[in-house]
């Protein structure tokens, strides 16, 4: 089901001053629709906005670069490391 056709049967409460209140029923009314879609409106946005930006990794060219220069050419495991990867490759590849 779409985000327009769900059934609505989930409420948001939303505690707000007098002023702020009026200020936001008069951008609705502008819009010509109600508080809450026009709340609806602005907010899911900018829901979305915040968890792409916490879900993405975004990076320089140079720290591309050298990511990709990394897995492309990954530099050779020594001491504690190889020997920790050699221990669990015994224990648990089968």
């Known amino acids: 089901m779409s985000e327009t056709s769900s059934a609505k049967d989930c409420r948001i409460d939303l505690r707000v001053t007098q ?27 900018l829901a979305k906005q915040d968890i792409d930006a ?14 990709m220069s990394a897995m492309e050419n990954p530099p050779e495991l020594k001491g ?6 050699h221990e669990y490759r015994q224990k648990y590849d089968k």
Not at 19 to 31: N, V
């Open 54 to 67: 916490n879900e993405r990794l975004v990076l320089s060219n140079l720290d591309r670069d050298l990511f």
């Open 19 to 45: 002023e702020q209140k009026e200020l936001l029923e008069r951008a609705a009314s502008l819009k010509g629709i109600s508080l809450s879609a026009y709340t609806l409106f602005h907010l899911l946005p």
């Open 80 to 85: 504690k490391l190889q020997s920790a990867i």
